[in-house]
């Protein structure tokens, strides 16, 4: 249904008036453009070169330019311009590469008045002089530009874009001589159409083709540029070098951007895929446009304000076969959807948080923010009374700012810059990275890479100097790899066995001697009995230890020449009554000690009497020899994965997915594993830390992020001669039979390494450019282009 809200605009003597509204063409558009008097509007596509008269209430056909019996390719349009100077001037671009002006002056029916074929390719726009009525400029794909004068045959000067495709150009309102164009390989270019040998300046300004380019009617210097990277990018051009000023980022590729009059911040562009609404965008506030008007229902391909000072009109035509006039009254306000309450931490721990102002205004003591940094999408800002929407989501800032010092994030630095997650065994992986946690103070993460060392590696020689555990805190003698038992205290059915059979004697219980200072564990409870000082950190068997305290329970290491510290008598409770029954303790000695004694004969041998002159026992073989299988621990890994990522350290959660690997990552569900890669590589990135983040990127155990340092590396190389596309067989050109990797400075063919300009297209073999750049700035081809190597 069409909205009925009607404007009328009062323009020096004339008098604009309408609505929204709209009328079927006969076949898709490819452009439009507007006369002087904004009265008219010319259509022009493939299959349709139309003119309408605007009326108030609907469109009016008035003139039918596809003439004669036959059709022909000249009339197949990719581009049209109305002179705003001489109303009865038009210009087409047509596919198949020719230039046509119209003459709607002429009696008869054929309008047309002169054909330029001096391009071999389709030509992708004309425009006209904004005040020499003969000068007519057009850019086509051969990768050239031409300047017509009408009131001549053929073109006056040709420019050389050294480029592949010439997708847009444009007058300057204000500097008479100086027009722009954009290229597919990113670049834009300001010319002075009295110098056709050069251009003025060029500057890469998209990652991408540059499709549209538009001078600000008001301010000099400022070009608007539109490309694939779904960018609208703003330059101010009276500077050195060109200077970006404002970004927007869109959702899809940039097909036509252009000015809004009489408001400076505010451009309208429309997409050439995918996305078929039309766009009108505050700069100063690039993620959430202004105004949006959805009527048409498919690609919208051309834009044109209705008239140059009048900014409540915007005619569009699409490939839907329609022809809108859009009142910019009636547009939908995608900021009145916009959520205006947000909360974000800075990089260093600051917290920004927006709300309406009716939700924070009654309270005090809270001063908006007021600094100097980069706002927010919802900012409160100083209101103009002449934008529309400029109070329809206004939010109040408030940002909380660390302590100087007290939430700095070099500990994250560091421990991205000195973790090491490939390239060793396991266990010096997880050795280092505890290193690395414990000397920046973070002693939880370096316990957990010790824990994992445990789990995931076999036991080994722990050396000497990191095992600082002494029979008794101020004993000077350390304890050995082995077990010391009181033969009194000795459980039944300690043998051999790997293992201490629990099944005999139901009353009893298995205690290990830890410390001097009577310290028991009972393995009954797991815990520790009153007056122990050793934290029940770990558990390894039956044994509790601190992390540098334990032990791994080893015969062939033992330390004959440690003393053994024979514990006060007194300090271990009777398990049984003692029987006075042969034999004595060298025969259970000799039968303990033996790796051949079974379990029945230790039982025995545990229940002889024991000479009061011999009350110790050294067992040097370990009570635990096998050990559980890394799966076991397999759920309580995953569950410290999830405790450090909801904790914020994704950190740690991504370094031991990559040191574990597949030990791990099938206990973690895909999707997961991708969120914690992705935020942990936009970490990295915010801190610039660029190798750190592609080596992630590359140990990465997620298939959708292992392939993200695979996208857009695509190299497409062209002939340096021929500017034709080179095929992957070669170096030769297939065209013109030339080689392409000519050294600019040696004038031998480059077999190796080649690296070239991306303004000029010339180059050679690194160091012959290097040593040149070195003495010149010039390039060495002598085409005089200003070359840099960084």
Request: glycine share 6%; proline share 5%; with cysteine.
């Amino acid at each position: 249904m069409e909205k009925m809200s009607r404007v009328t605009t009062a323009l020096g003597g004339s008098v604009l008036t309408g609505r929204t509204m709209h009328c079927h063409l006969d076949a898709p558009a490819n452009a439009i453009s507007v006369c002087r008097d904004a009265a008219q509007v010319v259509v022009a596509g493939r299959s349709i070169f139309k003119i309408y008269a605007i009326e108030e209430e609907q469109f009016v056909e008035k003139l039918n330019l596809r003439v004669g019996r036959k059709p022909s390719l000249n009339l197949s349009c990719a581009d049209v311009v109305w002179h705003q100077m001489d109303e009865n001037l038009l210009a087409t671009a047509a596919t198949n590469g020719v230039v046509v002006t119209w003459n709607l002056g002429r009696p008869s029916r054929n309008k047309q008045d002169q054909l330029f074929t001096e391009h071999k390719r389709t030509v992708n726009k004309v425009c006209f002089h904004p005040t020499e009525a003969h000068v007519l400029l057009s850019g086509s794909q051969d990768g050239f530009m031409k300047c017509f004068d009408l009131r001549r045959k053929d073109s006056v000067s040709t420019f050389s874009g050294q480029s592949e495709s010439v997708r847009d150009v444009q007058f300057s309102i204000r500097d008479y001589f100086t027009f722009a164009s954009t290229f597919e390989n990113g670049n834009v270019q300001l010319w002075d159409i009295r110098r056709p040998d050069r251009c003025e300046r060029m500057f890469t300004a998209h990652n991408g083709p540059v499709f549209c380019c538009d001078w600000h009617p008001e301010d000099r210097g400022w070009l608007a540029t539109g490309g694939r990277d779904k960018m609208v990018k703003v330059w101010d051009m009276t500077t050195h070098r060109a200077k970006e000023m404002h970004c927007v980022q869109t959702i899809a590729s940039v097909a036509r951007v252009k000015w809004r009059p009489e408001c400076r911040h505010h451009l309208a562009t429309c997409s050439m895929m995918v996305d078929h609404n039309i766009y009108v965008w505050d700069v100063r506030r690039p993620f959430v446009p202004a105004a949006m008007f959805e009527e048409h229902r498919d690609v919208t391909t051309g834009i044109a304000w209705r008239h140059p000072h009048d900014p409540s009109f915007l005619l569009s035509g699409s490939k839907d076969s329609s022809l809108c006039q859009h009142l910019f009254r009636d547009a939908s306000q995608p900021v009145e959807r916009a959520n205006p309450e947000g909360l974000c931490y800075g990089l260093f721990g600051d917290l920004a948080f927006a709300a309406k102002e009716s939700l924070v205004a009654a309270e005090s003591g809270r001063k908006p923010y007021t600094g100097d940094r980069r706002h927010p999408i919802f900012f409160k800002r100083k209101l103009d009374p002449a934008e529309p929407f400029a109070g329809l989501a206004s939010s109040a800032l408030s940002v909380f700012e660390t302590e100087p010092g007290g939430g700095g994030m070099r500990w994250f630095v560091d421990t991205a810059e000195r973790y090491a997650l490939a390239g060793r065994p396991l266990a010096e992986l997880c050795d280092h990275n505890a290193k690395v946690a414990r000397e920046l103070g973070r002693n939880q993460v370096a316990q957990t890479w010790t824990m994992l060392r445990i789990i995931y590696c076999s036991p080994g020689l722990v050396p000497t100097a990191n095992l600082n555990h002494s029979v008794g805190k101020g004993g000077s003698c350390g304890l050995p790899l082995m077990n010391s038992f009181n033969l009194k205290d000795m459980a039944p059915g300690l043998g051999s066995e790997t293992r201490l059979d629990r099944s005999k004697g139901d009353a009893r219980s298995d205690t290990v001697l830890l410390d001097s200072s009577a310290t028991l564990i009972t393995n009954e409870d797991n815990e520790e009995t009153e007056g122990s000082d050793v934290p029940a950190d770990y558990l390894l068997g039956d044994v509790e230890g601190e992390e540098d305290e334990l032990y791994l329970l080893d015969p062939e290491h033992a330390h004959p020449e440690d003393p053994e510290c024979v514990l006060p008598q007194e300090a271990f409770p009777l398990r049984h009554e003692i029987v006075d029954t042969p034999p004595g303790p060298e025969h259970l000695q000799d039968k303990a000690d033996s790796p051949h004694v079974s379990g029945s004969e230790a039982d025995v041998a545990s229940l002889a009497p024991v000479d009061s002159s011999f009350s110790l026992l050294s067992v040097s073989h370990a009570l635990y020899d096998s050990r559980l299988p890394p799966d076991f621990f397999g759920v309580l890994v995953r569950d410290m994965l999830h405790f450090y990522a909801e904790q914020g350290d994704v950190q740690m959660a991504v370094s031991v997915l990559i040191v574990l690997g597949e030990r791990v990552r099938k206990d973690i569900d895909e999707q997961t594993q991708e969120h914690w890669y992705t935020s942990y590589i936009d970490l990295l990135q915010r801190f610039r830390l660029w190798n750190v983040s592609n080596e992630v990127v590359k140990l990465s155990t997620s298939r959708a992020v292992s392939c993200l340092n695979q996208a857009s590396t695509t190299l497409h190389v062209n002939c340096s001669h021929c500017k034709r596309p080179m095929s992957s067989r070669g170096w030769v050109c297939d065209r013109c039979h030339r080689c392409a990797s000519m050294c600019a400075v040696c004038h031998h063919v480059v077999k190796g390494l080649f690296v070239w300009c991306q303004g000029c297209s010339h180059g050679g073999h690194l160091q012959h450019i290097m040593k040149w750049l070195e003495g010149s700035s010039h390039c060495p081809a002598g085409c005089g282009h200003l070359c840099e190597y960084s």
